[in-house]
């Protein structure tokens, strides 16, 4: 994902790739972000399954093993990055807001150790966010 990448950049395959329900609540959110002076940008949405396996590899080379590894990267089958149904925000500010505000557009913080990946569950403008999961390791859809 190149620096700097916007919520907005349609030409770059991490965004363009996204679930477009999911998109579409990340450019509500932002255009509403910015009002505050907060600016969105994309770390990482849409992955190929190859740069997932890669990304999963090297987690294991810095954790030591898959189980570990399992609690920041999953694998290419289980990975909503890969489905184009997750997306990292930053900086820090922007993914606070949204922790504050990202339910009204049915953006989700999914896990209580990535305070930066977002996922749309469409009912939480109405219900509220569901409760986190402490890492992905906890997520049935991971096994």
């Known amino acids: 994902m190149p620096d700097g990448t916007s919520v907005f950049d349609d030409d770059v395959p991490g965004v363009a790739h996204l679930d ?26 849409w992955r190929s399954r190859d740069y997932q396996e890669r990304l999963l590899q090297e987690a294991v080379a810095k954790y030591g093993s898959e189980e ?7 694998t290419p089958d289980t990975s909503a990055h890969v489905s184009g149904d997750a997306v990292d925000i930053g900086p820090a500010g922007a993914a606070r807001w949204l922790s504050e505000h990202g339910a009204a557009y049915g953006l989700c913080q999914i896990y209580k150790n990535e305070s930066w990946h977002y996922e749309l569950r469409a009912d939480a403008a109405a219900a509220g966010c569901p409760a986190m999961y402490d890492d992905p390791t906890r997520d049935p859809r991971m096994r």
Request: proline fraction near 3%; avoid cysteine.
């Open 20 to 45: 477009p329900d999911l998109l579409s609540a990340l450019r509500r959110a932002a255009g509403d972000a910015a009002v505050d002076g907060v600016t969105f940008v994309v770390d990482s949405g």
């Open 68 to 74: 570990e590894a399992s609690r920041w990267v999953a």
